[in-house]
């Protein structure tokens, strides 16, 4: 026992002096935040629905009923506005006029649509269904049944993760035998956005200490060779882009949060000279504003979203090397003197190393 509670005394006390001769300590905390921001890239969704389908002929009689539908749903927000889908379910149909004991059908059923989103969230598109196995139930001629038509949805944020979207289609059959079969339903569709929650870090640094042995030798260093430990690391500065360039602002359409044509080429040059001089600065930020028209919480998003749509050019041109964070402001510097500049983007570099290399890098942009 003794022998134990030695070895523990001695362990103890030369970790106690360990923490005391090192330089600095330092604790991090990470924690999620969760932030709006528009949708982007791949995010899955699981949509119902159900509804009426008119009447059309067929061998088993009239397709009338009332469809029924479950999928999971892969929606990929392209940069523009339009939305790709792919989905995968289960489709099933009561049968009203049927004379069969079991008038209900289920069957899997493969979905396809590509939609236009507008900034205020409503969407709009084509639609296709794929029903295997039941074209004799629907007046097909052929095996699998296959409807296509129109469908509107409008979008909703149930918080900064979660996404909802309500709506309704109408298709028709395509591939009939002469009577035609309509389905019309009413959609509903909850997603996860993996992107609303980022990732930050406090850190808390310790009181540097020094053992007394390195401050004695320090001052008894003469004062040539004593410039070894006063000389600093370079100073870091933050440096907005448009105090080194013109255009150095990305300036938007009133409640529009697109860049156009020509802002787009000169922001994919800015990534391609900051990816090849990334060791200038640590990271970049893009802030966006608005202007003071219309409510408060609809500036904050708006201004997030411009701010978000200028970082996914940056990455998207090549900027792969470099942090890019995005951040709205809203209203917050509107005077209502120069509406035009106040919806606006601002590239900020954070933690500039060397301010006239960076100045030089950015003004050799045409």
């Not at 995010?43 to 479950?70: D, V």
């Not at 889908?85 to 009203?96: M, R, T, V, W």
Request: glycine letters at 8%; zero cysteines; hydrophobic letters at 40%.
């Amino acid at each position: 026992m003794k022998k134990t509670i030695t070895a523990f005394l001695l362990f103890a006390t030369s970790l106690a002096q360990a923490q005391d001769q090192s330089p600095t300590s330092a604790s991090m905390q990470f924690t999620k935040e969760a932030v709006e921001v528009a949708p982007r890239g791949l995010i899955p969704f699981l949509g119902a629905g159900g509804g009426y389908t008119g009447y059309g002929g067929g061998e088993n009689g009239s397709a009338e009923g009332t469809p029924g539908t479950l999928k999971i749903l892969g929606s990929y927000y392209y940069e523009s506005p339009w939305i790709a889908e792919f989905g995968y379910g289960f489709n099933s149909q009561y049968f009203i006029q049927s004379s069969a004991k079991d008038r209900t059908i289920n069957n899997a059923a493969v979905e396809l649509a590509a939609r236009y989103r507008w900034e205020s969230r409503w969407q709009a598109g084509i639609i296709a269904d794929h029903l295997s196995n039941q074209g004799v139930n629907y007046a097909a001629n052929q095996a699998d049944a296959q409807f296509i038509g129109l469908q509107f949805l409008k979008e909703f944020n149930a918080s900064p993760a979660w996404l909802t979207r309500v709506g309704a289609r109408a298709m028709g059959l395509t591939n009939n035998t002469g009577n035609n079969v309509y389905m019309y339903m009413i959609d509903f569709q909850i997603g996860w956005n993996p992107n609303a929650y980022k990732t930050s870090v406090k850190s808390t640094a310790a009181t540097t200490a020094q053992p007394k042995q390195e401050k004695l030798a320090v001052e008894t260093q003469t004062p040539a060779s004593n410039a070894q430990f006063t000389e600093s690391a370079p100073l870091l500065r933050d440096i907005n882009y448009s105090s080194i360039a013109s255009p150095g602002t990305i300036v938007f359409t009133s409640a529009k949060f697109t860049v156009n044509k020509k802002d787009r080429k000169h922001l994919a040059k800015v990534a391609k000279v900051l990816n090849e001089n990334k060791d200038l600065l640590e990271r970049v930020e893009v802030i966006g504003y608005a202007d003071a028209t219309g409510k408060s919480s609809s500036n904050q998003k708006l201004s997030m979203a411009r701010a978000e749509h200028v970082k996914n050019i940056l990455v998207q041109s090549g900027l792969k090397d470099l942090p890019v964070e995005a951040i709205g402001k809203g209203e917050s510097e509107a005077t209502g003197h120069a509406v035009r500049n106040e919806r606006r983007a601002e590239l900020v570099f954070i933690g500039v190393k060397n301010e006239e290399a960076l100045k030089n890098a950015l003004a050799s942009i045409e």
